[in-house]
């Protein structure tokens, strides 16, 4: 027999010893057999009144997100944006002097979802952006755009944001959330340079180039002791897999903003990919 089966069994054996306590009742008290017996089960009536009033419940979670103006305080953290890196390029000053720069496209971000302290208890916005097929994305990303109503998105990602800088769904961000001479932190993935030695991928200055060195030239040296400890430590530098990885690049600089193009100038270089795949 199994558990499900001796479940009901044993509710329908303490209903037949206590006929009192099952009469309909269209209530949704909760009831309990007397202290007569030695069974301590609780039962609960089946109603067709709520529990909870939905009114309440609708009220909770209705919260409406308005982009309205405001001011921003120190304390204020406003949301990113997703952007594509297009190359690099240089302007001149009225100096003279050569400025290095970058270009970042902005490829139509939204905000696809709002996340607040009352139902995921913290406060940030997911920003879409891009476009992508219905057949290149899973069953659970097409539901969940189809759930926040917005257009299916290449890429997603979640920016924490105080209160005052909360966006309804739906709206759209472009290059005029920033403006020149702001200083910003950019985060992407760098370039995969593969399996490098400890030359390229530490600086070693390697072995000498011409007597007492045959065939290591680019070796490493030593790496560890004799008999004390007798082992390599862990975090050696050692060749191995370079590049490929999640790095910021703190206080760049914006240069100029093009809203006709949705580009961002910043100044200086970023070590992240170049193309849509950043």
């Not at 030695?197 to 530490?202: D, V, Y």
Request: glycine share 12%; net charge positive; aromatic share 6%.
């Amino acid at each position: 027999m199994s558990a499900l089966s001796r479940g009901i069994i044993s509710r329908l054996r303490l209903l037949s010893l206590n006929p009192a306590t099952s009469s309909s009742s269209s209530s949704s008290t909760c009831t309990a057999i007397p202290a007569t017996t030695s069974y301590s089960h609780f039962f609960r009536c089946f109603s067709s009144e709520a529990l909870v009033d939905g009114a309440e419940i609708a009220e909770d979670r209705s919260r409406v997100i308005e982009a309205k103006p405001g001011v921003m305080t120190p304390q204020s953290k406003r949301t990113g944006v997703i952007a594509v890196k297009c190359g690099m390029s240089a302007r001149w000053d009225k100096w003279g002097a050569r400025v290095p720069i970058t270009v970042l496209w902005v490829d139509d971000n939204i905000v696809s979802q709002v996340k607040t302290p009352e139902k995921e208890g913290i406060s940030a916005l997911q920003i879409g952006c891009g476009q992508k097929k219905a057949k290149h994305l899973t069953k659970p990303e097409v539901g969940h755009f189809r759930a926040q109503g917005v257009p299916l998105k290449r890429k997603l990602r979640e920016f924490p944001v105080t209160e005052d800088a909360l966006l309804p769904v739906g709206m759209s961000i472009g290059v005029r959330h920033f403006v020149p001479g702001q200083y910003v932190d950019v985060t992407g993935i760098t370039r995969g340079k593969g399996f490098q030695g400890g030359m390229k991928r530490h600086g070693f200055r390697g072995m000498p180039a011409s007597h007492g060195a045959s065939k290591s030239h680019r070796s490493i040296g030593s790496t560890g002791q004799r008999d004390d400890a007798g082992r390599v430590f862990k975090g050696r530098k050692m060749p191995g897999r370079m590049g490929g990885k999640q790095r910021t690049v703190k206080n760049v600089w914006i240069y100029k903003i093009d809203p006709a193009r949705n580009l961002i100038w910043v100044r200086g270089q970023l070590a992240i990919l170049t193309g849509p795949r950043c």
